[in-house]
């Protein structure tokens, strides 16, 4: 089981940025894949970028490409989503979630979510 904590949302406006992190504990297998999630009010959670562990290879949403860029410190069980360039339509709950091995699947293990508000 992994324990992940998320920091860094907040409110900007139309076009800003924000970075938004997540710290990993517990049992981070080097094969399971790092998400970022997201739910708006009223809808469903949905997927935004995800990172293997292990080599760094990424995934994004096609809503988010060119303007979020997921990383990680494989040192400090660390995981940041910078995101620029953002849209109302970005506002949401941010989780991050991993124990899955395949890209763009949610695993079992979520933090409890930092709301992101962007507004016009």
């Known amino acids: 089981q992994v324990q992940l904590v998320e920091s860094g949302g907040g409110s900007v406006q139309t076009g800003e940025s924000l970075t938004l992190f997540c710290a990993a504990s517990?049992?981070?297998?080097?094969?399971?894949?790092m998400n970022w999630f997201r739910q708006a009010p009223g809808g469903e959670r949905e997927f935004v970028a995800g990172i293997i562990w292990r080599d760094g290879e990424t995934f994004y949403a096609d809503s988010v490409k060119g303007r979020f860029t997921i990383s990680r410190d494989y040192g400090k069980n660390t995981m940041t989503l910078q995101m620029n360039s953002l849209k109302p339509e970005d506002t949401a709950v941010y989780f991050c979630?991993?124990?899955?091995?395949?890209?763009?699947?949610?695993?079992?293990?979520w933090g409890r979510g930092t709301q992101v508000t962007v507004s016009s």
């Open positions: 979630n991993t124990g899955s091995i395949i890209p763009t699947t949610w695993g079992p293990d």
């Open positions: 517990g049992t981070l297998r080097s094969n399971y894949v």
